[in-house]
């Protein structure tokens, strides 16, 4: 060899393709994304994914949390906060003061929200009114077979839960577009406005309420939607202002592409890092450090609420832990090493122009670790340390893990926020880690299969670590 070919060799660097120096990586990553696709079949809400989650947990031996209890090395324990967000440990042999491994993804996802006076009818047609929830390109969503899910609490309290569109069978729901025929003035809209926010109007009947001995009757349409939903759920119109009610893709998880590399559903921003987050917290056996997985809601609209990250309480989860042990929660904050796991929007050819090549992350060259999110100038962003960059980097090598680096776009394209400033904001130390993905927020993303076993890997090497 050469002496250029040696310093070639020694001085640069190029993230590899795992398919072509991990030929025997396909069938691992080919099974373990068949579980990931059913999670995403079955648990596309918030509410959904945690209680799956809690369900895989107990199977696993996983208890409720105690208040005052001291656990022991090896005990596995986890906390649900009301019902939209989940705090999962697995007890290490260090003291708490030494700090946790902490891994936060998110399990909210854009989607159609139903305003509190949703029913209306208009021209004999029936219709949901909606407010989208999260960073939507409005357009995707029209003529997309939709599926509602949600809860509604009844006056009575009774508390009930809907999921209409995913069952063989179902009827679906649907928001109208207009013909091309008659778009041209559509057409001249900007992109952003080409379907309006008030136009995402979900079409849920078109017969009326027929009784024999009233010939008038007012919003007959209406009325007859309501009656089906009456006789469903037992609920009335006003029941939907005690409801949190969501209208999803009603399509299901699919292999994409001749060689079935990628999977293709509605979701995976960011239940792909919760799915591989949930099963590397389980898998963990006997790790050092204690270890903290979170799965919060409300990151698509900037972790705020009670059930988001914004808030105290994963906080308070791990002052509720280092109390029972007669630890410093100012010690284990400060000495916790965090994750804040969540995907990055992976280089797409064919839109080139909002990428900077170099700093761009890639389909299959496994999960990718993102120093810094935020806007243009960093703004909004946590901006890891160079000391926790090489701690996780150190990680992943020694576990032999592929990963890669990679920015969201061009500096002055735009840009997006995690968890991760959240997460700072405790006093700890932390670095988005997560799967590149295609057509992020639209209502079919794009994911590779060995990315997602990667991730795995990665959280379950992280988890694992004592150093």
């Not at 324990?77 to 989940?86: A, D, F």
Request: charged share 25%.
């Amino acid at each position: 060899m050469t002496k250029a070919k040696d310093m070639q060799k020694d001085l640069t660097w190029e993230f590899p393709h795992i398919g072509k120096v991990e030929t025997q990586a396909k069938e691992a990553a080919y099974e373990y994304c068949e579980g990931y696709k059913e999670f995403l079949n079955t648990a596309k809400t918030e509410r959904e994914f945690t209680a799956k989650a809690v369900a895989a947990l107990q199977a696993a031996g996983y208890v409720p949390m105690e208040d005052g209890k001291c656990y022991k090395p090896g005990d596995k324990i986890y906390y649900v906060n009301r019902g939209k967000s989940l705090a999962m440990s697995t007890i290490g042999t260090a003291t708490l003061d030494e700090g946790v491994r902490l891994n936060a993804a998110h399990i909210d996802s854009p989607r159609l929200d139903l305003k509190p006076n949703p029913v209306y009818e208009n021209h004999e047609v029936a219709y949901f009114k909606t407010h989208y929830y999260g960073g939507i390109r409005k357009y995707q969503w029209v003529t997309t077979p939709l599926a509602m899910h949600g809860v509604i609490v009844k006056k009575n309290g009774e508390i009930v839960n809907v999921c209409i569109g995913e069952a063989e069978g179902d009827p679906v729901f649907c928001v109208t577009d207009l013909l091309p025929h008659l778009g041209a003035k559509q057409n001249e809209r900007k992109l952003g406005e080409g379907i309006k926010g008030e136009e995402l109007n979900i079409v849920i009947g078109s017969l009326p309420f027929v009784d024999e001995e009233e010939e008038s009757i007012k919003d007959a349409v209406k009325l007859n939607a309501l009656s089906l939903l009456n006789q469903m759920y037992g609920i009335t119109e006003q029941d939907f202002m005690r409801a949190e009610i969501e209208f999803v893709p009603a399509t299901k998880a699919a292999d994409i592409g001749l060689d079935r590399s990628l999977i293709g559903a509605y979701g995976q921003d960011d239940k792909v890092c919760a799915y591989t987050a949930l099963t590397a917290e389980i898998d963990t056996k006997a790790p050092y450090y204690t270890t903290v997985t979170i799965l919060a809601d409300k990151e698509e609209i900037g972790s705020y609420g009670n059930t988001g990250l914004n808030s105290d309480f994963v906080l308070h989860y791990l002052e509720d832990l280092v109390a029972a042990q007669g630890g410093n929660i100012r010690k284990l904050l400060r000495n916790t090493t965090a994750l804040s796991s969540d995907v990055n929007g992976a280089y797409d050819p064919t839109f080139a122009s909002v990428y900077e090549e170099r700093n761009s992350c890639f389909i299959n060259k496994g999960p990718v670790l993102t120093k810094y999110t935020g806007a243009r100038g960093k703004s909004g962003s946590n901006d890891a340390s160079a000391e926790t960059m090489a701690k996780i980097i150190n990680i992943m090598d020694e576990a032999k893990v592929y990963w890669q680096i990679g920015e969201l776009g061009a500096v002055d394209e735009g840009g997006g926020g995690t968890v991760a400033l959240y997460v700072a904001a405790m006093d700890m130390d932390v670095v988005d880690l997560g799967v590149p993905i295609l057509c992020m927020h639209s209502p079919f993303e794009l994911a590779s299969k060995l990315d997602v076993y990667y991730t795995y890997k990665a959280f379950a090497a992280f988890l694992s670590s004592a150093k």
